[in-house]
């Protein structure tokens, strides 16, 4: 009780404050540590559900490097310091307001789109238009950062839009969508493109959309998706068909995605009931698994756990996005509350996805699993996503106290 | 509201992790087994262990073909190319093994500098081999060269396979890379791209504990155990051993190796066919090597070695070796043989100039039919053979040829005693039938069917004395009365027109005509029985052949395949209808074609009585040197015989071939020094001079 008034009254008091005086300003660079520590970190232990999302992250992330490091000794160093940089990141999103992170919606969703426009005139990385490189090595995925700003800015729209529940008001954030999709889908990374529907479908329930109206329209996609086939890439059209007729063809010769699901299915089902143990199996350990550190980590960890571990992994992504929506129905402001939907969406959606994938249920799509796969931009903007999300659950104006009222 | 809603999206959320739940029990639960055998047959690798060939022996256990250990020099395939991946790797191996307890830091520290000392290396790789194995600079080079090509079309293969499975931007390449791709295949890594490969095959001992003990200054030099097969007799009987070379399409695809699939612990049940080839296999190709290959060629072995290196011993099967192949020839009594007929000294073995002859002999033994010896003059030594095979190739006396039993020609004079007994046997001719004879077969006609005496002739004369003075008209009449259709049936009977069944694969069937076809051509059916008659005209026969037949008349007919190869497997023999009161007349004229006042072979009277037949077989040949053809017209001389008279043991038929004399000239003295030469390897009773 006394904690959840204090976070309130600090809340309260940051946005607006005092007026800042010019020596206030000189001394914002180096009190940036002195923030995190003085506002963000109270803030957030008094946040009951902060500590279950931290808690399941902090058990994601873990199970990650035991993966990574069975995946190559080489790749757990970067590992770490990746998860380092994204709990930086994390504190340091945590200081501003989400409030205030939010009325920069429109430029972080026009700069993020600008990005994803100029990759494409990037020299190809792996075959595909998908990453910057960086100077010393780095890569950086602009379409991370755009579920991201799509995400606020969905929610910023919705927020004011008082008669949502009329057919016509769908269509702006459609449109929002439909940009930053189109451009991922250019670069073909079907994954991607894949959760930016689920994010705002989940959003619009939310926001109280007619169901009817999106059913309608979700019926429609259903119906024109097949004409798309052609325009697919024919390494896509393989993936579909890889899947397709998997079962049949164990003993021709398997093209690069059928190898990759049955290497995938064997890590998985050789992990048995229990696992391996840390050491995974001989399979994993010898690189047989393509990809076994990024897009396919959840088979190394059923590898090596075995169906306890991936029930595990399942329940901890359950729980994180169980604190989400304990979030999202504590949040008396609908901004944040939709913000928080779209993000927790966001994350629980790649999840399945990328489970779905590594079973053998979905086509392969390059789609990474939060805070599991091995790579920095993913993990940066899983963190900044995290953040975002506690953000809001720290700057709640009611307390677990008054929850009675804003329903 | 809000509350309700969230409760749809945590349903929808809910059901799929629901669906990816049950898919998960099913893969780690329900078949879990089945993936652990398939993670299995993944993290195990199959090692061939090589088998060795087996030899090849003479009937005295001489070895004729072995396979010796040897030293091959290998080289890293990317310390070839100079890979900076390899070297980094090469370094720090180095560093190690020179100071076991520097720290990552200082290995690091150290590093750049021993990179840069083994690049040099490298550089001076070839010339350092050069040097090593006595070769030159350029041929080291240029086996890099080969060994890179045959690389680049492996991952060519490999790509194009890959690529027909699948779009190519799973290979790491879009669209407009493609043709980039195409060519160089960048993206495809081979196993035996991570192998040594062979630089220099079989060298000296010397080098190989030289490299061994200074393995330092040559980063990425591998010496190689391996074998190579010698040919301790060297040109004895090159032609019937024959060589080995890689593994041809054809038995290849009959027999290829397969990899079985791997379990550990179940080997036992689904071990492949390890007799089965692999590419880049030797296997005979010619000769003896290639007709007994089953035997000669082992089981290979296989280890199973888990990734990590570990193998599982209860998987491992030992190679067998080889068979060793017996021959039935007597390669001491060959060497002899041939040494004298290659001796240009000789002058009874040589022709008039002194050149020495294409000859070929072949000894049959009467009581199991076994081939004591089987020659081909000129002949080549089988370790150089692949170094010199263009020569050979293009040499017009053709070296590789077994004219004993690959060379087919005109029998001439010596199908009369066969005919003899045909006819006799038929009943248009009995040993007393008198045929008055002329210098030609038709009053009137003095052109065609001449006999060899023309203008002379022989007179009446009974059939012995035919045989003795090798008649043509009384065999032109014999074949004349035997029809086309008869004699080529009882010429067939003796086994010619068909391959004896000795096992070797580039025996010869020789000729005789198809009756059937030529039933509705009036002049042949007329005038080839004639020719026939004394071996000329459509027929001709190895001294294989003629050796064989000529063993089924003094056994009374018994025909017995004869045998080269020791347990390939049974002679076939049959029984051929004769009538056996005849032969006696028959093996009297043979006898006096050496002993007789007017025989053809008196050359062949020495301590042991011997009889046969001559032959003389006019033919001609087409001469391709230097872009001109020319046409020869010549002789091939025939003897084929049998020793002592008596109580015939050997059977022996010889061939000289265009030569400008006749059989009683030319080939009768080699039957004469093989003759002696079987004395000396006491294959006959030695008998005083008389």
Redesign the interface.
Known sequence: MKDSQRSTMMASRRPGGPSMGQSARDRASFTLLDRIYRQVVPQLIATRVAWLMLLAIVLLCSASLAAVNICGAELLEHQEMYILVGGAILLVALVPSYRKIGNYANVFYIITTILLAGVLFAPAVKGSHRWFSLPGGLEFQPSELAKISFAMITARYLRSQRDIRRFSALLFPFVLMIIPMGLILVESDLGTAALFPLVLYAMLIAAGARLRHLLAIALIAVAVAPGSYPMLKDYQKQRVIALLVHQQSAKQQLTVDEYQIQQSKIALGSGGMLGEGLDGTDQIRHGLLPEASNDFIFSVVGSQWGFVGCAAIILLYIIFFGACLEIAVDSADSFGRLLVIGLATMIIGQAIINIAMTVGLLPVVGITLPFMSYGGSAMAADMLATSLILNVAMRQRSGPANRSENR | ???R??V???IF??A??L???A???E???A??Q???N???N??YRHFMIPTVRGSIVDCKGRYLAVEEPCYNLAIQYEAMNEDDEWITQEAVRELKAENGTLTRKQILALLPQKRELIAQELDAMPAAIAQLCGISVESVNAQYDVIRQRMQLLREDVWT??YS??????????AD?LDMELGVAENVDLAPMHEPQTIVPHISDQVALYLRKHGGPFPGLVVVPSTYRVYPMNSVAAQVIGSVGPVSAKIFEANTFELPELIPGTLTDTVGNLKGYLPGDLAGISGVELAAENMLHGVRGVRVV???GQELPADRRNPTPGQTVHLTIDAGLQSDLQNDLLNPNNQFLTSADGQVHNAAVTVLSLADSHVLLMLSVPTYDLNTFHDQFGALASDNNFPMLNRAAGGAFPPGSTIKPLVAAIATTDGVISHDTIIDCGPYLFPGHPDSFRDWTYPLGHGAIDMPTAIEQSCDVYFYTVGMRLGLARLTDGLRSFGLGATTGVGLPEESAGFLPNVDVLENNALAVRTDPIFMGIGQGPISATPLQMATAYAALLRGGLWIAPQLIQGLGPQPQRQIQLNTDELAYIRQGMYLVVHGSSGTAHALQMNIAVAGKTGTAQTSERITQDGKTTVLHANDGWFVGYVPADNPQYVIAAVVEMTGGEGGSTAAPIVRQCIIDMEKHNYLPQVDEQ
């Open positions: 509201m809000l509350k809603r969230l749809l999206v945590l959320s809910a799929a992790l669906i990816i739940g898919r998960l029990a893969l780690q639960l078949e879990a089945q993936f652990r398939q993670a299995l993944f993290s396979i890959r499975h699948q779009g190519p931007s799973d290979l790491g390449a879009t890379d888990n990734l990590d």
